[in-house]
């Protein structure tokens, strides 16, 4: 179960179980651009096989005009380094 998967309230809910140090932030709010958005993270992920992902939380968020999706990656690097 990731951090929010049961979660509707809105709010965030931090698991123990779950460590990581690092998060890399995927949004996007034009329509092209969230169509290619799993992609991004896919390519992302391929490209960084020394980071262990340990959760992702995708939110949406929307006003009259613009909807925009994020997908938050949280992973664990045994080295981590300096982005």
């Known amino acids: 179960m ?7 309230s809105g709010q965030v809910t931090l698991r123990r179980d779950v460590k990581f140090n690092g998060v890399k932030v995927f949004s996007a709010t034009m329509v092209a651009d969230r169509d290619q958005l799993g992609e991004k993270v896919t390519a992302w992920m ?17 006003d009259e005009a613009f909807h925009c999706i994020a997908i938050t990656v949280f992973f664990w690097e045994d080295t981590p380094s300096r982005r």
């Open 2 to 8: 990731s951090a929010n998967q049961a979660n509707t």
């Open 46 to 62: 391929a490209n960084n096989p020394q980071l262990k992902v340990t959760d992702i939380v995708i939110t949406q968020s929307s």
